[in-house]
């Protein structure tokens, strides 16, 4: 049974940093081997695919919201994945959810799609207020 945990979200001030940690147990392989992606969901907004990364295939996609202020990274010998959050802006305030697939596939140079990926995290609420 594959799950995934996110933790590491809080609340923090305009332009500070955050690092969401996304612990994998029950795959079949390392999570290196897997892709993961990283979305968000503020109360009354659309599910936003921040980024994500595939190992295998080596594409890497941010989304132009974040980018140049966050940046993923794993941990190979624990099977955890992290996003790193920099500059945070009130409007990066949302449930961040980490997710992963067994399928090979996930994650795209331009796009990072959510229906990719079959397991989730339970979502890590992270506020961005002074």
């Known amino acids: 049974q594959v799950q995934l945990v996110e933790s590491g979200g809080g609340l923090v001030q305009p332009g500070g940093s955050l690092t969401l940690s996304c612990e994998a147990s029950g795959l079949s392989l390392k999570l290196d081997y897997y892709a993961v992606g990283w979305f968000r969901q503020a109360p009354g907004k659309k599910r936003e695919g921040v980024a994500c990364d595939n190992p295998m295939g080596g594409q890497r996609y941010f989304a132009d919201s974040v980018k140049g202020r966050f940046t993923i990274s794993r941990d190979k010998t624990k099977n955890i994945a992290y996003l790193q959050m920099s500059s945070l802006k009130p409007e990066d305030a949302a449930v961040y959810y980490c997710?992963?697939?067994?399928?090979?596939?996930?994650?795209?140079?331009?796009?990072?799609?959510?229906?990719?990926?079959?397991?989730w995290g339970q979502g890590t609420q992270v506020t961005v207020s002074s």
């Open positions: 997710a992963t697939t067994d399928s090979g596939y996930g994650c795209y140079a331009r796009d990072n799609r959510a229906s990719d990926y079959d397991y």
